[in-house]
């Protein structure tokens, strides 16, 4: 009698510890988004011939640059995510918890910067850091005339830190989906990181890019409206990155409008994201 109870309990237990794992299981592979944290690395629990297709679904809902892009170069570009996502470590900070899903749409948008060229250019990114909202940094301002060194603070919405580091407001990065001004907060900020790790170019492009700079420049001191964000009239180098964020979101209006900026920009980047087929510029609904 004993020893049939005794049998009957380690049964029991048995099937409890059974019923356990595939329940632990099922649950861990059917939502990938729940595997939040904030360190490096792409994760793989769910297998490494899942992840892939598990991207290309989160991408094609949630990233817009992405849809743009011909089967071909979504082909190129996701094991260059794979890559980014394996190599660059992400950093939560002011309390938002990182995820698989925010990691993916930023490093999709990263990737797609350099995806003309023979290899991702990251060597030298350390990490990024997300913060959920705008961010303020402290800066010192030299007067150029006088020396004078004031300092202060600013809010900004991304950084990109000495060619090593970006930071970036999540709520931005979001914004970039629903906005039809051609702001996106990661194109700008990775082009400021390659022209910080990657400079000089051809100087002929160089000239015909400050030419550039030099129209937009007039035209926001004639109070025009402007295909290009205002703020690339502060500099030559906020100039290279507001035209970037154009040339990807809104490629025909830019190619329209600025066809000779359009043409140093498809040279540089080795895109021509004019022709694709799914380019997302609606040709109705912008008006200058
Ligand atoms: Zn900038």
Redo the contacts with the bound molecule.
Sequence with gaps: MGRILLLAAVLLLLLWLLRGRVWGRGRRGGDASADADSGGGSASAAGAAALPRDRRVLLQARVRLWRALPPVLQDRLLPRIEEFLARVPFIGAGGLTVNEDMRTIIAAQACLVTLGGEDAGFEALHGITLHPDEFVVEEADEDEETGVVTEGWRTLSGQSVDGERIVLSWRDVEEAEHRDDGYNVVI?EFT?FLEQTRPGGDPAAHKALEAAHEELCDAVDRGDDTLLDPYGAEDLT?FL?VAAEMFFSRPSDLRTHHPSLYGILRVSFALDPASWPGDTSADADHSL
């Design positions: 700008h400021h906020e990155a």
